[in-house]
């Protein structure tokens, strides 16, 4: 069992930036491949980056990379989606996600087994 709790989400200009946050607690997280998801008003759920387990491999929805970063600590059982440049786009609901199958399938969400309540993300023009 793992439980997600993100934080780090607020409002911002554009060309700002923020980084979320995603507080694990479980003994499955430091094996776990992480993922953000956003979902916006309107707007199906979409995927924007994953992580895996070690830190090494790092994957990304293609308008955000080059501006987001993901990253882990294991220690602290937390995994990390620091934004900048941000746009208007960016507006949504970010989830964190745990991936039930390892460095795989990972953009989509029926892969993931464990979500986060999300944090909203604004970014005003």
């Known amino acids: 069992q793992v439980q997600l709790v993100e934080s780090g989400g607020g409002l911002v200009q554009t060309g700002g930036s923020l980084r979320l946050s995603c507080a694990a607690s479980?003994?499955?997280?430091?094996?776990?491949?992480m993922g953000w998801f956003r979902q916006a008003p309107g707007k199906e759920r979409e995927f924007v980056a994953a992580i895996s387990w070690n830190g090494v491999g790092t994957y990304y929805k293609d308008s955000v990379k080059g501006r987001f970063t993901i990253s882990r600590d294991n220690a602290k059982n937390t995994v990390y989606l620091q934004m900048n440049s941000l746009k208007p786009e960016d507006t949504a609901v970010y989830y964190c996600?745990?991936?039930?199958?390892?460095?795989?399938?990972?953009?989509?969400?029926?892969?993931?087994?464990?979500w986060g309540q999300g944090t909203q993300v604004t970014v005003s023009s």
């Open positions: 996600a745990a991936n039930r199958f390892g460095w795989t399938e990972l953009t989509t969400g029926d892969s993931y087994y464990y």
């Open positions: 479980g003994r499955t997280f430091s094996s776990s491949t």
